[in-house]
């Protein structure tokens, strides 16, 4: 949470640095020195609007003014990232998450699905429907290319052990089922008894385990370097 005290007193300190009084510093911004001067107290937070000609006026970011401190250049995007993470809550993060990866494997369903749709060839035709699935894969990747961007806290919203975990298995059983029955195994595998399918179960099993395994190991490495960079401020 931003801490009203902490900006308030940043304020103070940088207007002071340039020399100004709270009346010189409200005329800046248009607002009244008495604002100025509940900021700077600590009894009230400027208005969103004003906190861009504020940071302009006083010769710092917006991030340093909800910070409350000015912020190195290295340390910039962990400070600020930790800030939207705070603002935004780590809930509702992960929420969004899940929706990018849902947005994510239904547009790897897309590019699947004219495979697996009845055919007389290996290669699906460049009919109506078939086009029309890899159009919408096409807008969905364009979707979740720019969701990735435009939600902040990119590396906090991958620490979930959770969704990465899930959405590893979803990706798997799309990509293998997909092979399956693209390649007409899954029609020869349903002619074989339990005991001769049982290899390719436990293989399918295995890589399934080691890629699900890999993306929980990943997320957990985000997350310890994530609490690391933490501890550090």
Not at 13 to 18: D, I, L, S, T
Not at 199 to 207: D, F, R, S
Not at 223 to 229: D, F, I, T
Request: hydrophobic share 45%.
């Amino acid at each position: 949470m931003i801490d009203m005290q902490k900006t308030g007193s940043f304020i103070a300190a940088c207007r002071k640095e340039k020399g100004w009084t709270q009346k010189q510093l409200g005329e800046q911004v248009g607002v009244s020195d008495r604002a100025v001067s509940k900021w700077e107290r600590g009894k009230s937070f400027p208005d969103i609007s004003l906190l861009e000609p504020l940071g302009d006026c006083l010769g710092v970011t917006v991030s340093e003014l909800l910070a409350g401190q000015h912020i190195e250049a290295e340390e910039y995007h962990l400070v600020t990232e930790r800030m939207l993470v705070e603002a935004i809550g780590p809930k509702r993060l992960y929420r969004l998450e899940i929706a990018v990866c849902v947005l994510d494997v239904l547009a790897a369903l897309g590019i699947v699905l004219p495979f697996l749709l009845p055919k007389d060839t290996f290669m699906p035709e460049l009919n109506a429907t078939n086009c029309s699935f890899w159009m919408i894969a096409i807008v969905l990747c364009v979707i979740t290319e720019y969701l990735h961007k435009a939600i902040p806290a990119y590396e906090f919203r991958r620490t979930n052990m959770w969704i990465e975990g899930i959405s590893g298995a979803a990706t798997f059983a799309l990509t293998v089922g997909g092979s399956l029955l693209v390649s007409g195994g899954w029609k020869a595998m349903q002619g074989e008894s339990f005991r001769e399918n049982l290899p390719v179960i436990l293989i399918g099993l295995a890589g399934g385990a080691i890629g699900v395994g890999c993306c929980l190991f990943m997320a957990w490495q985000r997350r310890k370097a994530w609490l690391r960079e933490q501890e550090k401020e």
